[in-house]
Structures are given as structure tokens and as C-alpha cells.
């Protein structure tokens, strides 16, 4: 590739300039004509957008998860198949599944964490890494013997330090409960180890809060800096699947929920219901959930959020990628109605 630019976790906030390859207005309109996806990430190179996520099937109920794929876009809306960067082994521990991997541009490399099943079908979710000179591979697993952690949704976060963190949904306390709370450890790069074990961070919130009651936990974790401030993202069920957003001084924390929250996302009655948290969605919104929010470079320069949603009727593998623009004031990031109707932005290459 020619031209291109990385962009590291620690500059995420930075924004990258406008795409030179854009006409001088920009329209999206969700969801995307993306493959069917969940927990979808996206990673800008230079004037293209690369697009990972867990691919369908979602469940083995439903078929053979094909393993990690990539898509790649000029305008967010098109994608084509770039191919699969690591496929299932049923000779390994990376026999399935394969949930919410992400690649994460680090020191001038491509950085490929994925999530797989360790020893039943189902528990323990492990985390691998994986790691390439090119965005399209090929790609050196890591962690072909054994996984590099208990947990799930692997999220990598370079500090100003050039020290690298990973995140997780669970951590390896309680390998049979991960997904209700959310870690954090040092990763050593050149060692593909953790420099110790998972520490916890943020937990759900109590029953009648958004992120919290019954079996209801928080996953999902996405983490950028801006002006010396840490904002983690992280998703929850309690009432459909929404985003929410934490803030610490430091990466171990304390961290604290934004008393705006959910800052994005959408409910479905049932989950509501379920739960016993009380729907408040207004009655035109068409989503049932959207979340496992990761934050990206837009078209515009901007940070947007990139989500899979749901909609009233949709069936198991009508997940679709869904984007806006987020958007922060004060200090904070404030809340936002998932778009559904055609937008368009103004884009400035200057």
C-alpha cells in the first residue's frame, strides 16, 4: 500500500483529515450493505476502511463460523470481501466461534486479537493475538499452543508511554462469569504475554439502571484519550443493547459511568421486560439494539462509532453495521439516536 496512514490507539483522538476520495458531501444511511456482522470494527488506512467483526454464523447452532474476516470500503456503505485473515483449526483451541476480533494499528503493525472457546463448546472464552506487516495479512498467530487470557472481547489500547494495554469482557477471576464485568492488564508485545493478571474495573450497574439486573452484564470494551482523560466504551443488554461510557484519570481506574448514559444504542421491550428495567424508547425509533460500540476516523475527520444493530422483526442474521457521527461537548460524550434515514455531512479535504 502507498500513501498510508496508521493510525495508532493513543492518537485515536487526533482525527485524521478528511478522505481526499469523497466528494465534497458525504451520505450514509444505516444500516450498511456490509455482510451480515456483529461487534463490528473498522480501521481507516490511508482513503480505505477495513472492516472486521464476528462473522455469520453467530452461534454453532447455526453452521461453521469461518473465522476472522476483513471488508474493505471507500465509502462506508459498499463493502467488498478482502478474504479471512485466520480461519478455525480443529486441532487447536481456535476450533470456533471466533467473537468481536478487532486489529488495531500498534508501532507501525497491524495487531489481530480474537476470541475462541478453550476447552468446551462454549466456556471458557479465550483471547488470541495475532500480528501482520499489512492490514490484508498474512498474519503470525501468536497464540497457537495456548491463549494469551481468559476473557472475551479483546480490545487493545496503546498509553502515551507506548506501553499497550489489553481489555476484556471477564478476566480470568471467574472463567464461567465473564462477560459481567469489565478488565484490564499490560500486554507485552514481543512476548505475546500479559504482564500480570487481569485487574477488574468497571462493573454492571444495580437492577432498575440500564446496564444492570438479573443476568445482565457489560462487554464490549473500546478505550481512547483525549487531553489527558481515558473514555472507555462498553455495551449492555439490560433493556435491548446500548453503549455507554466510563471516564478515568488513569487506566486502572477509579473509573466513572457518565451520568448521561447510554450515550447510544436502542431497547426492545422484551429485553426490558425481562430484565425488569423500564422501556423509554420513543415509538418511531425502527432499532431493537445497537451496540458493541468501537470509535473510528470518519469520513469528515471526526470520531464516529461503529455499532451492529437490530431492528423490530429482524431475524438472527439481519445484523447489519450501523454508523453516526458521535458526538462530544463539554468534556463528555453526549447521547445520540442511532440514524435511520438517509444523512448527509459536509466533507472538507483542506
Excluded at 498474519?139 to 496503546?158: C, I, K, M, S, W
Excluded at 508485545?189 to 450497574?205: C, D, F, N, Q, Y
Excluded at 443476568?215 to 473514555?231: N, T
Amino acid at each position: 500500500m502507498t500513501d498510508t496512514i496508521l493510525k495508532d490507539d493513543r492518537n485515536l483522538t487526533a482525527g485524521l483529515a478528511p478522505l481526499r476520495s469523497l466528494p465534497a458531501e458525504f451520505s450514509w444511511r444505516n444500516p450498511s450493505n456490509a455482510d451480515p456482522i456483529r461487534d463490528p470494527q473498522i480501521t481507516r488506512v490511508g482513503d480505505i476502511y477495513y472492516l472486521t467483526g464476528t462473522s455469520w454464523p453467530f452461534w454453532e447452532s447455526m453452521g461453521q463460523n469461518p473465522g476472522v474476516r476483513l471488508w474493505s470500503s471507500t465509502d462506508l456503505g459498499d463493502w467488498t470481501l478482502e478474504g479471512t485473515l485466520l480461519a478455525p483449526d480443529h486441532t487447536r483451541w481456535f476450533r470456533h466461534r471466533f467473537w468481536a476480533p478487532e486489529i488495531r494499528a500498534i508501532n507501525s503493525r497491524f495487531w489481530l486479537t480474537y476470541n475462541c472457546p478453550f476447552e468446551t463448546p462454549n466456556r471458557p472464552q479465550c483471547v488470541g493475538l495475532a500480528v501482520a506487516d499489512d492490514i490484508r495479512g498474512p498474519y503470525t498467530n501468536l497464540t497457537v499452543e495456548r491463549p494469551l487470557a481468559a476473557g472475551n472481547d479483546a480490545h487493545l489500547f496503546q498509553d502515551d508511554d507506548s506501553a499497550v494495554y489489553v481489555f476484556l469482557s471477564g478476566g480470568n477471576e471467574d472463567p464461567q462469569r465473564q462477560i459481567a464485568y469489565l478488565s484490564v492488564a499490560r500486554l507485552d508485545l514481543a512476548t505475546a504475554e500479559l504482564a500480570g493478571p487481569p485487574v477488574r474495573i468497571l462493573e454492571p450497574g444495580v437492577s432498575g439502571e440500564w446496564d444492570g439486573g438479573g443476568d445482565v452484564g457489560i462487554e464490549g470494551p473500546a478505550v481512547l484519550k483525549r487531553d489527558g482523560v481515558y473514555y472507555l466504551f462498553y455495551s449492555s443488554w439490560g433493556r435491548g443493547y446500548e453503549v455507554g461510557c466510563a471516564t478515568a484519570a488513569s487506566i486502572w481506574g477509579p473509573w466513572t459511568k457518565h451520568n448521561g448514559n447510554p450515550i447510544y444504542g436502542a431497547q426492545s421491550p422484551a429485553w426490558a421486560n425481562r430484565f425488569g428495567n423500564t422501556y423509554t424508547q420513543d415509538a418511531e425509533i425502527p432499532w431493537t439494539e445497537v451496540g458493541h460500540g468501537s470509535p473510528f476516523d470518519g469520513p469528515d475527520g471526526r470520531l464516529w462509532i461503529s455499532c451492529h444493530g437490530y431492528r423490530h422483526g429482524d431475524a438472527n442474521n439481519a445484523a447489519r453495521l450501523v454508523i453516526d457521527p458521535l458526538v462530544f461537548e463539554d468534556g463528555a460524550f453526549q447521547r445520540r439516536t442511532p440514524s435511520w434515514t438517509r444523512q448527509t455531512i459536509s466533507v472538507s479535504a483542506d
